[in-house]
Every structure is written in C-alpha cells, then in structure tokens.
C-alpha cells in the first residue's frame, strides 16, 4: 500500500489526548498571565492543508479535520466545527475537556463572548489570525468585557514538546512549456494592477499566489505542491521572495535572482517596515494575510489595503499552456479511473471490498501511469451511509465494507506535473432501488443543465448554483454544499476566487476551472455525488446576439454509470449530452486501453448510448 494512503488512514483516527495537552496550555498561560486563548485549525498562510508542526488544533484536541478553531478558558474550553464534522469531532475528543459546538448553532465568537468572565485576557496568535478574523474576535471580547491579547510566540509551540520541524522540502522550477507565461510577464500584470489601484506594494500571503507568480512548486504540505513562501511586490523596482534558503539549489537560486531578490521568511517583517516607512500603502489579501503584518506596516508608517491579492483572479483564468496540461492530465487520469471502474464492477459483486480497498486500487491505477505527483486530497469513498457523509474520510476504524443493494460513492483526484484532476462518481452495488434511480437521476439532471449552460460575461457562480439544484428542489430536494469550486493548474485543487454556490460572487471568466458536483445524501441510507471539472470558455453569440456568452468544457472522462440512470426522467436534449459525452469518453480513454481487452470491453459496454 502506497505511503500516502497509509498515513491518510493512520490520520483519520487520531490519537486519544485526554486532559493532558489542554492542562499544559493552561499552565502555560498562567504563566503568561492570560486567562484563555484561542486555537484555530491554521498556519501562517491559512493553508487548506499544513504541516505537522502547524498541526496545533489536533496536538492540542486530537481533532483531525481540516478546519476548526478550539477556545480555551481557565474552567471550560470548547472545539467549535462545521457540520461535516460534529460526529468526527465528538469521536476525536475528550468530552470531559471540550464541549463540541456546532458551527450552525453558535460560532466562535458568540461562545467567547458568553463565556469569557468580564476582565479576562484572551490571548490569540496574530500570525494565525487574518485581519477579518481578528475583527469578529475584538467584538467578541468586547462584548463580554474582556481584553485581547496578541501573543509574541504561541504558547502551544513551548507546551509542545516533540513538535516537527518545519518543512523544508525542494523548490522546484515550473516548465515554462506547462507555466505558458514568464514570471517577468506576471509581474508586469501585477505591477499594472497595483498603478490601477494606486497601491505601492502588495504581501503576496498565499503561497499559491507565490508560486504561480515565480513559476515555482514544492512539497512543504500535503496534496499541495507548495513551497511555503512569501513575497512582496512593490509597484517600482525589484520584488522580494522570501523562502527557506535550504530549499533552493543553486540553479534555482539563480533562476529566481535574475527576477527577484531572495531572503529568509525570518525578514519579512524588516523589509515590510522599509517598505512602509514614508507612508506607503500596502496591500493586504484579508483572505490569508496574518494581522500580524497590517500591525507592523501601521507601526512603520504605512497604510493597510485590505482586499483581494491581485494575484488571484490572475492564477484562476488559465492560460493555453495551463489548460492544454489540464486536459492531458484529465485524459490520464481518466485512463486510470476507467481501469478502476472495470475492475470495481468485476470485484464489488463478490461481496469481499472494503472501502479502503477501493481507495487503494484506485491509487495504485494512478500510480500505474509513473506520473503521478500525489493526490489533490484524501479520498472519500463511502459505502452505503458512509456515502450519505459528503466529506467522509475513511479510516481502519470506520472501514465499512461494500454490500449488494448499496451505493457507492468515490471522490477523488490527482496532481501530475501537467494539471491537478477531482472527479466523483457514485457506483451501484449489485441492483439499485426505484429511489436510487430516482435520486441519481435527478443529480445527473443538475449536472447537465450546469454542463450544458450558456450565460452571458459577467455572470457569478451564484447565479448558475440553481441550474445544479432545480429537478431535486422540484422533488423538495437539495444538498448542503456548493455546486463547484475552483481548481489550480497543479496547485490547489480547491481554488478561489471564483466557485458555484449560492455564496459565489465572483464572475466567471474565461479560462477558469470549476467543478460541477451536485450531489444528494439520505442519512443513515446512501448518498449521491456527481462530478466533473469545466473550463469556462467563450461561446459564439448568435445572431442578433448583444451579450458575449461563456459556455463549458467538460474535461473529465468516466462514464456516468447507466445502471442508475431512469432514462424516462431525461429530455431528449439531456440524452444527446450524455450519449455525445459517453462518446468522447471512449473515444479519448478507448485508444489508451485498447491493449487491455477486459477494460476495453468494459468500456464500450458503459458508454453505449443511452437509448439505441
């Protein structure tokens, strides 16, 4: 079993901390005369994924999720999380330590401002705290008339003994061929951006933005190639690229020199107060920027922008090169997927899968093509009512096996050089019910018109979230996540700005790509996901036409299984989709399995058309 799946597996249940860790912190900060503090699941950068030495919430909790935040009190401490997560995290805690608040009934300022006694001190870590998040903590404290105290040194990290080093993995240098624009290009653009704004400078915080603006990649976290980083860029003169020197080579020393200056991340706050001095202004993303920084350009002088990183809008409209890597990415990928689906309809029958089973088949397929980097995240394979979870995660704990009469959902992805992938399909166990049909049917039916849709520049992802939803609401239906999020060109395979929920506000913009993955979860029964990633991409106007119109590519290549699907609930117009894309599917992924005569066979069987 490959290293990766095992320490997934491992992660997932999380070693049992008790009262131990939370009587150090406590006794940590008695020593720093602070009455309480606040933990949130996060590093320096508000990574969605972070090393283990900024694994704090879990050290001090045994919470393993991926987003959280733990307030500690002298008497009381709670671990607030979203609601993918209420099971996992009263599982993963001591209930005699940590009350589980659920993020819906009550957030984590209201708690703190219920709870806080009036005088207290509340420490908080303002590398770890973005300025929004800072905001919502001062009104907090002073609602319950206590003080907020910004820490020098996070109290966790001196109670924490064996805590890991940090990372320090190898930067490497992006192909310009797979990059398709030079970092001088970039900063150009960036620099034309900041005139626009009348900003002097911008703290690129996001090592995403950082690594797509230098063309550069690590391997500092998990499913991410990222090399932890920052950057300043001044509207005039040189930029700085502030990164672990033991990460870079010579040769990419170099490379990097001839565009930027280099420095440890150690100064970064020295260079901000040059940068500030004289009263500059200086642009902050509110997003990721850590409230440290805004407080040292205000102590130097300078002015804080709050707003959106340039960057961003920037690395989420693909270039050519970006979306030619994606696509050659996304047809490997789908190779792998197919020979994963044929030997899943071949073994699931005969009652002896788990779902890590599948889990690690599936990325022995990927690891089959000799290309693959790492996942784009952990695996959500979920049996039966493990798949009515839409963010499972499968542990040794809760692997369940795959019984006749279920479904079975299998999200997943990967990150090769050339593009990052995230496709979900949801499979049948032996013969589904009438309500199975009935539910995929409709989620497929969303799928589509999302697929399928046409819509004018300008147009948000909050306005195409309906489409997704429309045929399960008409049933008094629907699901509790986003219909897609944004995904980088072998960077995050959750990528803002831009997304389709009914929270996003961004207009799409050609080049961009989305996921679309509606989805439907009965709880206690089965669950439902479907998706594929798009690429926005312009559509001819027709005639008479005034608007300019976008329109998608589906880049993902597996069949919709046909053993779910009630073709009496489909138009005509959604069977021409669904025959046309089955259709692509084999002809691309035909030729890559033609030497393997079970899968090429299999293949041909699942992309028959739907009707004929």
């Keep these: 079993m490959p290293a990766s799946t095992l320490q997934s597996f491992a992660d997932s249940a999380a070693p049992e901390h008790g009262a131990a860790h939370l009587a150090r912190l406590r006794a940590e900060l008695d020593r720093r005369g602070l009455d309480g503090f606040v933990v949130p699941r996060a590093d320096a950068h508000q990574n969605e994924y972070v090393p283990p030495c900024d694994e704090r919430l879990a050290w ?19 671990l607030v999380v979203d609601g993918r997560y209420t099971i996992q995290a009263a599982a993963q805690t001591d209930p005699g330590s940590y009350t589980v608040v659920q993020l819906a009934q009550q957030s984590p300022e209201a708690w703190l401002a219920a709870k806080a006694p009036a005088g207290a001190r509340i420490g908080y870590d303002p590398w770890l705290t973005t300025l929004d998040a800072l905001d ?268 006749l009469g279920e479904l079975f959902v299998i999200d997943s992805g990967a990150q090769y050089e050339d593009g990052t992938t995230d496709v979900t399909r949801t499979l049948p166990v032996g013969e589904p019910s009438d309500e199975m049909r009935d539910r995929y049917t409709r989620v497929l039916k969303g799928h589509i018109a999302v697929a399928r849709a ?62 679309d993955e509606p989805g439907f979860y009965k709880e206690g029964g089965f669950g439902i996901r479907l998706e594929n990633l798009i690429v926005v991409q312009a559509e001819p106007i027709p005639p008479g036409g005034e608007r300019e119109l976008f329109s998608f590519e589906t880049i993902t290549f597996a069949p919709f299984d046909r053993r779910v699907i009630d073709p009496v609930m489909l138009t005509d117009e959604e069977i021409a989709w669904l025959d046309d894309y089955h259709a692509r599917v084999r002809e691309l992924i035909g030729p890559q399995v033609a030497g393997e005569a079970e899968v090429a066979g299999w293949l041909i069987e699942a992309t028959a058309p739907l009707q004929g």
């Design 60 to 78: 001090l909790t045994g919470f393993t999720g991926s987003a959280g935040i733990a307030l500690v009190l002298r008497q009381e401490a709670a």
């Design 136 to 403: 919502r903590l001062r009104k907090a404290a002073a609602s319950a008339d206590a003080v907020l105290v910004a820490v020098d040194g996070n109290p966790i990290d001196a109670a924490w003994n064996d805590r890991p080093a940090a990372p320090a993995a190898p930067v490497t240098l992006r192909d310009p061929a797979l990059a398709g624009e030079t970092t001088e290009s970039k900063l150009a653009r960036i620099r034309e951006k900041l005139a626009a704004e009348k900003l002097d400078a911008v703290v690129l915080s996001d090592p995403h933005g950082v690594a797509w603006t230098f063309n550069i990649r690590g391997g500092d976290v998990s499913f991410t190639p990222l090399p932890l980083s920052w950057a300043i860029v001044p509207r005039e003169g040189r930029p700085t690229l502030f990164v672990d020197a033991r990460k870079l080579s010579n040769a990419v020393r170099d490379a990097l020199a001839t565009q930027a200056e280099i420095a440890e991340p150690v100064m970064l706050e020295r260079a901000l107060d040059l940068v500030a001095a004289g009263g500059a202004t200086i642009r902050l993303d509110q997003a990721t920027a850590p409230a440290q920084l805004a407080s040292r350009i205000e102590a130097a002088g300078g002015k804080v922008s709050r707003g959106a990183s340039p960057v961003a809008l920037m690395q989420a409209a693909k270039n050519a090169a970006e979306l030619a890597g994606m696509r050659a990415a996304h047809r490997r990928d789908g190779a792998a997927l197919i020979r994963f689906l044929a030997w899943f309809d071949r073994e699931a029958p005969k009652g002896a899968l788990t779902e890590i089973d599948c889990v690690v088949a599936l990325e022995t397929f990927r690891r089959d093509t000799g290309l693959l980097k790492d996942l784009s995240f952990p695996s959500i394979a979920g049996a039966g009512p493990n798949g009515a979870l839409p963010h499972y995660r499968v542990s040794e704990a809760s692997n369940r096996p795959l019984n």
């Design 454 to 515: 046409i819509f004018p520049k300008g147009t948000s992802g909050a306005q195409l979230d309906p489409f997704a939803r429309q045929f399960l609401w008409a049933a008094g239906l629907d699901f509790d996540h986003g219909t897609g999020h944004g995904v980088g060109a072998y960077l995050s395979v959750h990528e803002g700005p831009a997304r389709i929920s009914k929270l996003g506000t961004v207009p799409l913009e050609e080049g961009m790509v989305l996921s």
